[in-house]
């Protein structure tokens, strides 16, 4: 292996052969004590040091990088201290995701690191985002993201670096190739001869490295860095190395041919560039010995001070809690100046007084831009806020919502629309595995807004109309809402703009035109969780929400004998279960109405809880009134039959003459 110094002094030579043995040797620690049944789990990254270390060695102290399970040296490289490290893969209370999560699936924002979820592609959408809040402050800065050479298979992958390349973001996707995810070999993973040609598909630069000699990748990379700070683009690297352990130490090494420990082993980052430092004679054995002593019994000091922290307490009130990021913001009041607008345009109000409060609030959609959207819901937005905030986007849902989420990261805001709500079920991990875990596993809001014009009416099938709050609603650590009235559309956008946490807003595609309503001007919330009581009557009460609140205010307007009260719940998590027992309570008789289908409908939540905690005041059982087990047709004949508003009448009769 050949390393060219430059003009690198002696003792800039040593400190690099430092930060390699370091992490070398916390490596060989976790074995021993892998051995000794003290540790459970370790992915080692024994052979692969050179490139944590260099590229982080290349990477100013204020840029973040994105790390996966073997980049062990980006950690050491960064100075967290070993104690801190090993309380979190043991999972202690001090651990920086308090016993929540393993590894290196952690964050912290105070050395700029960006752990990964176990999906592994989904975080280069992340670096996406937070390059982008760089490029719109005007910072020069880069981003670096690691990843392997089997999550290039991922559509993670390919989306996060298509939006990179479009918007020229300041990122460096760097790939591992150790030859093997878990098990399969590089052969059955891609067809290419080598992974940088996939750059070509992308017009970016592709730059291939020897992964295990660290001063290439280091002196690469810091060129590279150094020049995208001032140009900002996208670059990917690869860089060739073995992983010389198994994927984790339980599945073993009998998949790979021996000749290939045997030839990775002459390669060996750490005792080569040993030897080359022997050769110049920056390096003697008295000087090595001395090092590994003492690093060593640092090693040892610290680990054994993490074994003695102390264990997470089991305390369920603040595991609830910690789902979300701390916020009890007041509800700003509306003014007394209001004006009639259709749904639809309270909606584009509230993003535009959001545009105006939040300088650092950023929209992005298909289609969002010049045209407007589909909807032309930000028409003439780009004219009045630019095109930095207001950011027509590829059609990649997934990299869309996860730069959301590295915008968030980086200090910004993001409101990120699905064209139709659909649409978000190629975007749905990183909703369901990165939006809504981030804050429970280490502390970070992800203050993004997922926007969702949903539901039926309009007779456009079954990748158009679903109704797919449900989807969501069990996902602990995300916010929904679902406004019926103009009035609530712009005051919950608002309010859910302004919360740090993750809020999945429903808008009802058939309402954007149809419903008109007085709308205050300005600036005002809505308190998240609170619902609306829209009429007070004793035969019986219908919890319903979005399309259903309007089904159940006509039906009930054209029979006066029927005296009923109808609760619009707003939100659905929380959702207001106060106003739910009062209205039980009240008449004894509940009907839950909702456009969903019938089956595991947000609907059935409501109906056990109110038989778990109102069952003394039920004088019938609780009824459900939804649409049809059955995807959503095209034909308004067969639409119409599918919706819950055709049995409403059999529902609300039934239920009185019980």
């Not at 919360?499 to 429903?506: E, L």
């Not at 059935?604 to 059982?621: K, S």
């Not at 308004?636 to 039934?654: C, G, P, V, Y």
Request: charge should be negative; hydrophobic fraction near 40%.
């Amino acid at each position: 292996m050949q390393f060219n110094r430059q003009q690198k002094s002696d003792s800039e030579l040593l400190a690099i052969y430092k930060r390699l043995l370091f992490p070398r040797l916390v490596e060989e620690k976790m074995l021993i004590l892998l051995r000794q049944g003290r540790i459970g789990k370790w992915f080692s990254g024994i052979g692969q040091e050179a490139i944590a270390v260099g590229s982080t060695l290349a990477m100013q102290s204020d840029e973040y990088i994105l790390p996966m399970h073997r980049n062990l040296g980006v950690f050491t490289t960064r100075d967290i201290p070993l104690k801190k490290l090993m309380a979190q893969w043991q999972g202690k209370i001090t651990g920086f995701t308090k016993g929540r999560d393993r590894s290196f699936h952690f964050g912290t924002q105070d050395y700029k690191i960006i752990g990964m979820i176990s999906h592994l592609g989904p975080q280069m959408a992340l670096a996406d985002g937070i390059a982008l809040a760089d490029l719109i402050a005007e910072k020069q800065k880069a981003t670096l993201v690691f990843t392997g050479e089997g999550a290039t298979s991922e559509g993670d992958f390919h989306e996060a670096i298509n939006v990179a390349a479009v918007w020229n973001l300041p990122v460096i996707f760097l790939i591992e190739n150790n030859g093997y995810g878990l098990s399969t070999p590089t052969n059955e993973q891609y067809r290419c001869k080598n992974l940088i040609d996939r750059a070509i598909g992308y017009g970016i630069e592709g730059v291939q490295l020897d992964g295990n000699n660290v001063l290439e990748v280091y002196d690469k990379l810091s060129a590279l860095t150094k020049d995208i700070r001032r140009n900002p683009r996208p670059v990917l690297v690869e860089c060739l190395t073995f992983r010389m352990r198994g994927h984790e130490e339980a599945s073993g090494t009998k998949y790979v041919p021996p000749h290939l420990f045997e030839e990775w082993a002459a390669k060996d980052p750490l005792k080569n560039f040993e030897s080359f430092l022997l050769q110049e004679g920056i390096l003697s054995e008295s000087i090595i010995g001395e090092l590994k002593n003492t690093y060593k019994k640092q090693i040892d000091q610290e680990v054994e001070l993490a074994f003695n922290e102390p264990e997470p307490a089991a305390n369920s009130a603040v595991e609830l809690n910690d789902m979300f990021f701390p916020y009890h913001a007041k509800p700003i009041e509306p003014s007394e100046q209001t004006s009639e607008k259709r749904y639809i345009d309270a909606i584009s109000d509230g993003l535009k007084e959001g545009m105006l409060r939040h300088h650092n609030l950023v929209l992005m959609g298909q289609d969002i831009a010049e045209y407007g959207g589909a909807f032309k819901i930000t028409d003439g937005f780009v004219a009045k806020f630019g095109k930095a905030r207001v950011r027509n986007t590829p059609i990649c849902e997934s990299a869309i919502v996860g730069a959301g989420l590295g915008l968030s990261i980086n200090g910004y805001k993001a409101v990120v629309e699905m064209q139709f709500a659909d649409f978000v079920s190629v975007g749905f991990n990183q909703i369901v595995n990165n939006l809504a875990k981030t804050h429970y596993r280490w502390g970070e809001k992800a203050d993004v807004v997922v926007r969702m014009p949903t539901g039926a009416g309009t007779g456009a099938g079954p990748f158009h109309s679903q109704s797919n709050e449900a989807w969501f609603t069990k996902t602990p650590g995300l916010k929904i809402v679902y406004p019926a009235f103009p009035f609530d559309a712009k005051g919950l956008l608002l309010a859910a703009i302004d919360d740090p946490n993750p809020v999945i807003y429903f808008e009802h595609k058939y309402l954007y035109r149809s419903l008109s309503g007085q709308v205050p001007a300005g600036y005002y919330t809505i308190e998240i969780g609170k619902a609306n009581v829209l009429k007070r009557g004793k035969h019986l009460s219908i919890i319903t929400y979005g399309l259903g609140v309007h089904w159940a205010l006509e039906y009930l307007s054209q029979r006066p004998e029927i005296d009923a009260t109808v609760v619009d719940l707003v939100s659905l998590q929380p959702w207001d279960k106060e106003a739910v027992m009062d209205a039980v309570k009240y008449t004894g008789r509940v009907l839950i109405l909702h456009e969903d289908t019938l089956t595991n409908g947000f609907g059935a939540e409501i109906a056990a809880w109110i038989g778990e905690h109102c069952f003394n005041y039920l004088d019938a059982p609780v009824m459900r009134c939804a649409s049809l087990d059955t995807a959503i047709p095209m034909s308004k004949i067969l639409e119409d039959d599918f919706l819950a508003k055709t049995r409403l009448s059999e529902a609300i009769n039934h239920l009185i003459q019980y």
